[in-house]
């Protein structure tokens, strides 16, 4: 596998301390992300902004070379969506995603781990399930996209979410 220069410098952490990504993760941590959806780069960018509860934040600077490091392996493709480029998984890039399962594993776990020790008083159960919900509301968002009624109750749903949350710190 062919790793760029760039990746993985901890670009975009705070404070420095270390390093999120490890020589040629963050092209890995690509391909899983664009596994299940196209994905553009800004959306790469906030999901893992997400993951990492902020504690990472790649730029584009970093994004954008690693995309053309992928399209260059024949393990993305990308496609024109409006004004944006999206990217999804090539047949190649599948194999490389199967062939190296445990690495990603393993980088996901120390972005999940970056989080953890970047907000320790945000517990894990509790971002496991923002993480979660995030996913669903946007999965379900986007597969009836259309349907006004959804989205109302899926915004109810939330409000009303918020304001039992909010209704613990008075307890």
């Known amino acids: 596998m062919r790793h760029g220069r760039g990746e993985g410098?901890?670009?975009g952490h705070r404070g420095g301390r270390r390093r999120p990504l490890n020589h040629g993760d963050l092209r890995l941590l690509i391909l899983e992300l664009v596994s299940d959806e196209a994905r553009h780069g800004y959306d790469l960018i906030r999901e893992i902004e997400t993951r990492t509860g902020g504690a990472y934040v790649p730029s584009p600077g970093v994004?954008?070379?690693?995309?053309?490091?992928l399209l260059d392996l024949g393990w993305v493709e990308a496609e024109m969506d409006g004004q944006r480029r999206t990217f999804r998984l090539t047949q190649e890039g599948r194999k490389e995603r199967e062939a190296s399962a445990?690495?990603?594993?393993?980088i996901e776990t120390r972005l999940?781990?970056?989080q953890e020790s970047e907000r320790p008083?945000?517990?894990q159960d509790v971002r496991g399930a923002m993480h979660r919900l995030r996913h669903t509301v946007r999965d379900t968002v986007r597969a009836g996209s259309n349907d006004?009624?959804?989205?109302?109750?899926i915004s109810d749903i939330l409000a009303d979410a918020q304001e039992r949350?909010?209704?613990l710190k008075g307890e």
């Not at 445990?102 to 393993?106: A, K, P, S």
């Open 63 to 69: 994004i954008y070379p690693a995309l053309e490091a």
């Open 102 to 106: 445990e690495i990603i594993e393993g």
């Open 112 to 114: 999940a781990d970056l």
């Open 165 to 167: 949350i909010a209704a």
């Open 9 to 11: 410098r901890g670009h």
């Open 148 to 153: 006004e009624d959804t989205r109302k109750a």
């Open 121 to 123: 008083e945000d517990p």
